[in-house]
Each structure stands twice: as structure tokens, then as C-alpha cells.
């Protein structure tokens, strides 16, 4: 009964791989983010999508491809990974008319080798 | 462009005792949420409490409790008879509430609290 579920929990890959993380919630939300979590514990948004639509897209590179095939849905395709792509990466939700209280997901830690 | 600013990187309370983390934010925004979320060694992000800005009364979620000062910008989370269990990161976060649905939490730098036994 997971209310917002990411997998995988951890990723370990090489340098110049494309990875995807993905993330389901259960909660009826209509808004889906994600979050990334540098080493220094910082949370920085990176995109939030309104029912299937991209709604915010912060100033990440390119080789990250968000994608949600409906609004329960939210995964990160990252292509061509680079060192400085370890993170920790949070997906999120939140239902745009509540109380705007956003759900987090247990985090993916992505470590690029 | 909103900024949320955590002065104090670690913090430490002996248990049972009362530890009060700094907050504060810049916006020019009228409309908004505040927010701390902690995040224990298990990385999970847990909603401590939250705030409207338009309420002038502190929110209080049982040992956890606000002090919100809206003219100065200010938003502090006391803790009452610490826990061991509150041993975590605590994020201070804003949201605004205009801009339809483009809402998102822009986050403090964090406080890492131990609570020692």
C-alpha cells in the first residue's frame, strides 16, 4: 500500500549509460515532481507535471528526459551519464486543488562510476 | 525568486529537552505555504508541519510547534521532550500559491539535529 513508490531504490552504472528511474503513486494526485538530492543533502526541483503535462522545468540538462504516460506516472530517463549525475533522485506528488502537502517517494540512489 | 535560508548546519539536544531550528525566507509573494519536512538516516522525507501564510496562529502538530513571523520573514520549528527518534535532517520549505498549478517546494539547505540520549 505504498502511497508513492520508486524504482529502482538503487542504481549503480558506468559513466555514458542512459538509465531510467520510475515512480507510481496511488494517492489520485494530479501533480508528479521530481526532486534531486546532491551530496550535500541540497533538494532542488527538476519538473513537475499537472495531469500528464509538463508544468515546470527547471534548468536541467537535456540528457534528463522526463515522461508521464498518465497522471499516476512519472519516470526519469537520463541519458549519456556523467559522474556528477550521483544523486539521490525523489519523486513526489501532491493534488493541485488540496493542501498542496507533497508525498515523497523513499528517493532512487543513483551512483555513477 | 524565493530563497530559504537554514543558518544553522547541525544542531544537538540533549533528549527530553527543547531545541528551536532558524528558518527564514525572501519572497514578495503574499500567498504561501511553509513548511519543514525531516529526513531520518533512511532518506524518506516526512511532513513535520505546515503553515498558510495568511493564518497569523502557529501550527502545532504535538511536540512539534511553529513560531511564524511573517513581517520578519521568519518561520522556526520547536521540538519539546526531544526523542531519540528525532534525530534527522530538518528542511525548511516554501511554496507559493500563485501561478495556477506550478506549485513546487523550494528548500532550505537543511539542519541535521541529533538528539542524544
Known amino acids: 500500500d505504498t502511497a508513492v513508490s520508486q524504482t529502482p531504490k538503487y542504481l549503480v552504472t558506468q559513466m555514458g549509460n542512459d538509465k531510467s528511474i520510475k515512480c507510481e503513486q496511488n494517492?489520485?494526485?494530479?501533480?508528479m515532481y521530481w526532486y534531486k538530492q546532491d551530496s550535500k543533502k541540497f533538494l532542488k526541483i527538476m519538473f513537475s507535471y499537472n495531469n500528464k503535462e509538463l508544468i515546470i522545468n527547471e534548468t536541467v540538462p537535456n540528457r534528463f528526459s522526463p515522461k508521464s504516460p498518465d497522471k499516476a506516472h512519472l519516470n526519469l530517463h537520463i541519458n549519456s551519464l556523467e559522474l556528477g549525475d550521483s544523486a539521490v533522485y525523489f519523486c513526489?506528488?501532491?493534488?493541485?486543488?488540496?493542501?498542496?502537502?507533497?508525498?515523497f517517494g523513499a528517493g532512487s540512489r543513483l551512483t555513477v562510476l | 525568486a524565493q530563497t530559504v535560508t537554514q543558518s544553522q548546519p547541525e544542531m544537538s539536544v540533549q533528549e527530553a529537552e527543547t531545541v528551536t531550528l532558524s528558518c527564514t525566507y525572501d519572497t514578495s509573494e503574499n500567498n504561501y505555504y511553509l513548511f519543514w519536512y525531516k529526513q531520518p538516516p533512511s532518506r524518506q522525507m516526512i511532513l513535520v508541519i505546515r503553515q498558510e501564510a495568511y493564518k497569523q496562529q502557529n501550527a502545532t502538530e504535538n511536540r512539534f510547534s511553529v513560531n511564524f513571523q511573517k513581517a520578519a520573514k521568519s518561520f522556526s520549528l520547536k521540538i519539546s521532550d526531544s526523542q531519540l527518534g528525532d534525530t534527522a535532517m530538518y528542511f525548511c520549505?516554501?511554496?507559493?500559491?500563485?501561478?495556477?498549478?506550478?506549485?513546487?517546494?523550494?528548500f532550505g539547505k537543511g539542519t541535521l539535529l541529533t538528539v542524544n540520549p
Open positions: 513526489a506528488s501532491t493534488i493541485s486543488s488540496g493542501a498542496n502537502v507533497l508525498t
Open positions: 520549505a516554501f511554496m507559493k500559491l500563485s501561478g495556477g498549478s506550478n506549485y513546487k517546494l523550494t
Open positions: 494517492l489520485g494526485h494530479d501533480t
